[in-house]
């Protein structure tokens, strides 16, 4: 391998390198909203706490929920919720249903994963890259 490859390789590396968190965030983000929608769906905080049912025993907030969204915004994952659902989260008036976790609050383990795992995917892309 010549020295024009091995500079060419280089700035190749360097530039998957730059854009890897960010594509691990494009990775993640469907990921991270499936995990979070099955838990909505039965009903359940980020940490699996349960939330308070309806007056009739339905699982609330299904209809808000279903309208969530998520994409990546560098290397971060936004989850985009309804509006309606932030006196839920809150609580006072209405029940407190937390949908997302709170400010300063760690993501639960059931959060973390499609995160961790979309990242290492990506490192793994790097490795396989460098060879």
């Known amino acids: 391998m010549g020295l024009d490859e091995v ?3 280089a700035r190749d590396l360097d530039q998957l390198a730059a854009e890897g968190p960010a594509r691990a965030a494009t990775r993640a983000a469907p990921r991270l909203l499936q995990v979070a ?13 349960a939330w308070p049912a309806t007056k009739d025993g339905r699982v609330p907030l299904l209809a808000l929920t279903s309208q969530a969204s998520a994409r990546a915004d560098g290397a971060a994952v936004v989850l ?5 659902l932030l006196p839920h989260q809150a609580g006072g008036r209405l029940p407190q249903r937390q949908v997302v976790p709170a400010p300063g609050e760690a993501l639960p ?9 979309a990242l290492e995917e990506q490192l793994e892309e790097l490795r396989s890259a460098a060879r």
């Open 109 to 117: 383990p059931s959060w973390q994963a499609p995160l961790e795992d």
């Open 37 to 49: 929608a099955e838990g909505w769906a039965a009903g359940r905080a980020p940490d699996g706490a």
């Open 80 to 84: 985009e919720l309804p509006d309606e």
């Open 7 to 9: 500079d060419e390789l």
